[in-house]
């Protein structure tokens, strides 16, 4: 049976849980056990996929087409395990199964309520599909004492009594603040949240302390005697210099030995961290710097790109450069070609991500233009490549009007929305007016490459599988035309129907996916288009 370890928050919010989270399953990984980690989120949204980036950071979208929270991300990035659908539940998806099944009688007349239903939905969630696992990690959203969080309090109250205490650990995220005029680091705050925590009926037995500061051992036996922990079981967690450190920093501190002590597992072989000391390495002892601009449309908030700025950091380990990534908005550059020019003449790289909508599309493929005129290595992702199939359609292809139907009624559609595809269920089909969420193209599908391209030689293979997440597409009626204008057409699903991959050519480095590659990005494990591309971007830098 799998052992499960909770990990709730307390004080304020984003102190890090996810992170945290993701490092505890690295070092149970690097010991040999088998791990996986699920997020409780307590919002009433069924998933994040129709949020603003601005109200949640980025979706994270598994192979399986769940459209997650992007903690998600860290634990791929982390523990190479990919994430599926049952591993991320909301609040309103919970609330969904239920009312569906009272809609269709499943309850026999019963009077619906949070106990026991929704608690009993969210242990079900809890434990599915843990059999071949030695951890199950299970994060909770949102701080202790919220009204929305109390259904998943009290499922983890409920289901430590039921696999037993010796099965389940408990492990608190706090914060101890340090007092500038004072001089002191408080614990008061962290007291109050252990209380809180423990009236719902879970008491803590580790509490990893957030600090700016060092925690010295008095404070340390001070929270552990008001928290009641064992003073080993406060480990103080300091700001680190990497996110990729936060693994090695938390072993260094006892976090790994202390929740297995708490599980009564004492011969536990030690942690292989040689793939970490390796990742700091890479990350602290660059042998150069080069810089991308990022030309987006919610650059303000970089949680809206975050898969993305670790992609290109994971390309910068592994040609031991450091990436100096440049956020650009896209606006800007609708303004005119002198800012155009002045802000994008000193990067290494281009590189256009994903997004919806019309904002900021021509100063995207005003980007693409100067990219594919003065041989700057360039990435499009999603509409980054749309951007630049518009582009060349424009400016090396004679169709003037090109756009997208995103934006409007268009006699050129270049690109347009997609009806139908096929996956492994057999033909999708949708329509303008259906759901947002359902008429996305979501999760893992193949592409074929053509075998001479490129993008071959950067993957190695002619056989890819690759995430998606978007709901329109280049219409391939305009392929002749383009590539007629120097845009290959390198990859394409398995039935030539839908353009995956275009590239250039004539170019140093030119090319856009409609896909998500850096979704699958690791540390460990850079993705070979990220990889590439910083490398197009270092041989650049020697060129200017």
Known sequence: MARFIFITGGVVSSLGKGLMAASLAALLQARGFRVRI?????????????????????????????????????????????????????????????????????????????????????????????????????????????????????????????????????????????????????????????????????????????????????????IAQFCNVRKEAVIPALDADSIYSVPVQYHGEGLD??????????????????????????????????????????????????????????????NRVKVNIRWLDAEMFEKGEEDLVAKLEPMHGILVPGGFGERGSEGKIASVKFARERGVPFLGICLGMQMACIEAARNTSGIADASSTEFGPTDEPVVGLITEWMSDEGLQKRGADTDLGGT?????????????????????????????????????????????????????????MLPEIVERPDHPWFIGVQFHPELKSKPFDPHPLFKGFVEAAVKQSRLV
């Open 38 to 222: 699920r997020k409780f989120d307590p919002y009433l949204n069924v998933d994040p996929g129709t949020m603003s980036p601005y109200q949640h950071g980025e979706v994270y979208v598994t192979d399986d087409g769940a459209e997650t929270d992007l903690d998600l991300g860290h634990y791929e990035r982390f523990t190479g395990v990919a994430a599926r659908q049952s591993d991320n539940v909301t609040s309103g998806r919970i609330y969904q199964q239920i009312i569906t099944k009272e809609r269709r009688g499943d309850y026999l007349g019963a009077t619906v309520q949070v106990i026991p239903h929704v608690t009993d939905a969210i242990k079900e969630f809890a434990q599915a599909d843990t059999d071949d696992l030695d951890f199950v990690l299970c994060e909770i959203g949102g701080t202790v004492g919220d009204i929305e969080s109390l259904p998943f309090i009290e499922a983890i109250r409920q289901l430590r009594n039921e696999i037993g205490r010796e099965n389940s650990v408990s492990v608190h995220v706090t914060l101890v603040p340090y007092i500038a005029a004072a001089g002191e680091l408080k614990t008061k705050p962290t007291q109050h949240s252990v209380r809180e925590l423990a009236s719902l009926g879970v008491q803590p037995d580790i509490l990893l302390c957030r600090c700016e500061k060092p925690l010295p051992d008095s404070e340390r036996a001070k």
């Open 440 to 496: 996305m193209r979501l999760g893992a599908y193949e592409a074929k490459l053509s075998p001479n391209s490129h993008v071959a030689s950067i993957y190695g293979a002619n056989d890819i599988s690759e995430r998606h997440r978007h709901r329109y597409e280049v219409n391939g009626a305009y392929r002749d035309r383009l590539e007629k204008g120097g845009l290959a057409f390198s990859g394409l699903s398995p039935d030539g």
């Open 257 to 318: 030995s202390e929740v297995l002590r708490a599980f009564g597992i004492h011969d536990a072989p030690d942690p292989d961290l040689t793939r970490w000391y390796d990742i700091m390495d890479r990350k602290r002892h660059p042998e150069g710097e080069v810089t991308i601009g990022v030309v987006g449309k919610y650059v303000s908030l970089p949680d809206a790109y975050k898969s993305l700025n670790e992609a290109l950091v994971h390309g910068g380990m592994a």
